[in-house]
């Protein structure tokens, strides 16, 4: 009986042992990939020469683009056709697109816009759109846009 104890006991260490081998083997390869860092990749914005916010952010896989407005006298389809034109520039020279987009808020400066800023938005990111929260701000929108809009996009 105690040849069975000592027996099972010496072939739990050597799987302990094994076991052992190969997760510090895994644990020192997954030390050694490479772990994604914030890269600014877009217009760093100053406020008094202190870094305020940056245009774009890429962090591993993944494009983060700040709020595009539209600066200019017009009506909210042509803020959002802007807009929305800005926001795809800004995703090509990234090297993604639209329809890689994964998460969108958008910001309007009055509710009222929101079915007009729809029929623009619509069709804009592929069959299959990102989700999406939209949200009418409490005293307006920076810069007098009625509509500013960013994004989160997946990069290849």
């Given at each position: ?23 510090a ?92 800023m ?39």
């Amino acid at each position: 009986m105690k040849k069975v104890t000592n027996r099972r006991s010496s072939l739990k260490r050597i799987g302990l042992g094994i076991a052992a081998f190969f997760g510090a083997g895994t644990v020192s390869a997954l030390a050694k990939e490479k772990k994604p860092v914030k890269e600014v990749v877009g217009t760093v914005v100053n406020d008094q020469d202190v870094p305020l916010f940056s245009g774009s952010v890429r962090h591993g896989n993944t494009l983060y683009v700040a709020g595009k407005g539209a600066h200019f006298d017009g009506d909210i389809k042509a803020h959002t056709d802007h807009v929305l034109k800005e926001v795809e520039k800004e995703l090509v020279k990234n090297g993604t697109s639209m329809d890689k987009v994964l998460k969108v808020n958008v910001y309007l400066a009055d509710l009222a816009d929101y079915h007009k800023m729809n029929e623009v938005y619509r069709g804009r990111f592929g069959k299959n759109p990102p989700v999406r929260t939209t949200v009418a701000t409490y005293g307006g929108v920076p810069g007098n846009s009625l509509v500013e809009i960013d994004c989160i996009a997946a990069l290849d």
